[in-house]
């Protein structure tokens, strides 16, 4: 981490970030480490939550322009998550906290079950690879515990950049139990919630498309 980002973690991780308990690696959930939301942030809201949040653009910005709901920022780089709390102590952000942990750990053994309004997941390593395909986030074993920590009628959101990754985005949750298209036609619309980001420029100035995805949690 740079000099500023090694003191916003001394001086802001006490405000943002979740001290869970670890399994083994340093960024996992130890079992039985279930936070409770409403002692969390401190009030009964609406809870989203990001994985991979990166420098934390989208959920920033989201927190401050949305404060009667909570956000949960998930990321396993530090570098990452020091920058997010730099940019939501400028923009004087209450309502979001962070944790530094592998995602499907947080869904399963962090987040209680169906304790989630929404949850997104914008531009994950496509791994574009074939050899490293496997390595992709969505997967079966994700839909399940996305499943598990939305709530009846909750929201998953889902974009990507890169063609071949979309589709079996798509195809995963297509055959996933417990979620519905909420969309139309080939593509979800672009989510209005979500600002650009470094990675959708990126992917834009190289000429790909900007792919959504939105599924709705319903009752198995």
């Not at 959920?59 to 020091?82: K, M, N, Q």
């Not at 997941?121 to 997967?139: E, I, S």
């Amino acid at each position: 981490m740079t000099d500023g980002q090694e003191r916003a973690w001394a001086d802001l991780s006490d405000r943002y970030v979740l001290d869970v308990p670890r399994d083994a690696a340093v960024t996992s959930i130890a079992p039985g480490a279930a936070i409770e939301p409403v002692e969390v942030w401190g009030r009964r809201a609406r809870l989203i939550a990001e994985i991979g949040s990166g420098q934390g653009h989208a959920i920033v910005h989201a927190s401050s322009s949305r404060p009667d709901e909570d956000f949960l920022a998930i990321e396993v780089f530090t570098a990452g998550l020091a920058r997010t709390m730099l940019e939501a102590d400028r923009a004087e952000v209450r309502n979001l906290r962070l944790v530094e942990a592998n995602a499907p750990e947080v869904l399963q053994h962090l987040l209680p079950p169906a304790s989630l309004d929404e949850l997104w997941v914008f531009f994950p390593d496509p791994w574009h690879k074939n050899k490293h395909n496997k390595r992709r986030l969505v997967t079966a074993e994700f839909a399940a515990l996305a499943a598990r920590s939305l709530t009846d009628g909750g929201v998953l959101r889902l974009a990507t950049d890169w063609e071949d990754y979309a589709r079996q985005m798509r195809d995963v949750l297509d055959g996933a139990c417990g979620f519905t298209r909420a969309f139309e036609g080939e593509w979800a619309p672009r989510f209005e919630g979500r600002i650009l980001t470094a990675f959708e420029h990126k992917g834009e100035r190289a000429g790909r498309s900007i792919r959504d995805l939105t599924y709705r949690r319903i009752p198995e």
